[in-house]
């Protein structure tokens, strides 16, 4: 089976735009969740999408939002970009039939898109 | 304080020495998982345990799920081995994450 795929891989956006990233999980995976990492901040889980609707959040603000498609792919956006978005975003995918993203089932990372805000 | 505690933050070490990392979390959880993180930015999930001991290759996790700790081994480390290791747990239902240990083996 392919991997988990996110695309673009590198993206440089200055402040104010908006940025949309795009992910597409394991086939027969119907979780995607996303996280963002920063070397201040660590891995920090942003929120996961099952069947097509937001199952969890973590505490971001409005500015990131995020929605999954039929085929279960995934993507998030972020408004208004902020220098302090500059960040590494990762989508995991998962069965997701074992209850919430991390709760009892392995999740399967993408390799990541690195996010350069200016 | 962080609710998912790691250490050594760093640690070097020679190749072919046993290593170990810790995971220490503050409640209650219903699994913990570890995860490898090489240069490059790409995650890798090597165990996710509930209770006891899990085994693949030359790597072992433990937990103990009373003292609320894990640990990591790596036996006969390799240089290739050298990466950050992270522990997360699911609290309040969202997968948070320790602050990583970065793992130097010199050949």
């Known amino acids: 089976k392919a991997g988990v795929t996110q695309t673009p891989r590198y993206l440089i956006k200055t402040r104010g735009q908006q940025v949309t990233l795009s992910c597409s999980p394991i086939?027969?995976?119907?979780?995607v969740s996303w996280y963002q990492q920063t070397p201040g901040q660590g891995l920090q889980f942003l929120f996961e999408y099952f069947s097509e609707t937001q199952r969890n959040k973590g505490n971001f603000p409005g500015r990131f939002s995020g929605r999954q498609f039929s085929n279960s792919r995934s993507e998030m956006n972020v408004s208004t970009l902020e220098l302090g978005d500059s960040a590494l975003y990762l989508c995991a995918s998962s069965t997701g039939t074992s209850g919430r993203a991390g709760q009892l089932e392995t999740q399967y990372f993408g390799p990541g898109t690195r996010l350069l805000v200016l | 304080k962080n609710e998912v505690e790691q250490s050594p933050q760093n640690l070097t070490a020679q190749e072919g020495e046993f290593i170990t990392i810790n995971c220490s979390y503050s409640v209650g959880i219903s699994a913990l998982h570890w995860l490898q993180q090489h240069p490059g930015g790409g995650i890798v999930s090597l165990f996710m345990?509930?209770?006891g001991k899990k085994k693949h290759g030359r790597l072992i996790a433990t937990i103990n799920i009373q003292e609320k700790h894990s640990s990591l081994h790596i036996t006969a480390s390799h240089p290739r081995d050298s990466a950050v290791y992270i522990c997360?747990?699911?609290?309040?239902?969202?997968?948070?994450f320790g602050t990583g240990t970065r793992l130097t083996i010199i050949p």
């Open positions: 345990l509930s209770s």
């Open positions: 086939s027969g995976h119907r979780s």
């Open positions: 997360a747990v699911p609290l309040n239902e969202k997968l948070t």
